[in-house]
């Protein structure tokens, strides 16, 4: 019988296949990883997450392999920003993206997080579509990471 993935807290002893994951995503898009700085986050995933009321998760195949994760930081007592939500290239179109999507929603909320931001860059049409479906709109941030064009916010 085959078991269909899963999705489980992440630890520090994910960080690399999580890096790996991400920066296969961006280079696969034209995009630059950025250790030093947008995603020096991920050295440390229990100290910039979980230490200030955030949450990472990882989707992980039948093998244990990390195909897809999820952050929330936590930006202000009602408001964290979904960051790292990528999925494996060979992972897309079977559902996963939902599946991350509407538990990092739900996981929001029990977090007491009534607003949702993201930053995105527009050549991630895919995942752009999927967060507008779920009524994300864009909005003018103070700020964009270096690779982001665009962001959103939703109201939970």
């Known amino acids: 019988m085959s078991v269909g993935p899963k999705l489980r807290q992440a630890t520090n002893a994910d960080a690399d296949q999580i890096r790996a994951l991400v920066f296969a995503v961006l280079e696969e898009y034209g995009l630059k990883p950025d250790p030093g700085s947008t995603d020096a986050d991920l050295d440390d995933i229990e100290q910039s997450y979980f230490a200030s009321g955030g949450a990472f998760y990882v989707l992980e195949d039948a093998d244990d392999s990390i195909i897809g994760a999820y952050g929330l ?3 202000a007592s009602d408001t964290c920003e979904l960051r790292k ?3 494996s290239r060979n992972q897309r179109g079977k559902g996963h993206g939902r599946c991350l999507l509407d538990d990092a929603l739900a996981r929001a909320r029990e ?6 931001t993201l930053e995105t ?3 991630l049409r895919e995942a752009i579509a999927l967060y507008e479906r779920y009524g994300f709109v864009p909005y003018q941030p103070d700020h964009l990471s ?3 064009d665009q962001a959103y916010h939703l109201t939970l």
């Open 111 to 116: 977090l007491g997080f009534t607003r949702v």
């Open 73 to 75: 930081y936590r930006i």
């Open 121 to 123: 860059a527009s050549v």
């Open 85 to 87: 939500m990528y999925l």
């Open 146 to 148: 270096a690779r982001c």
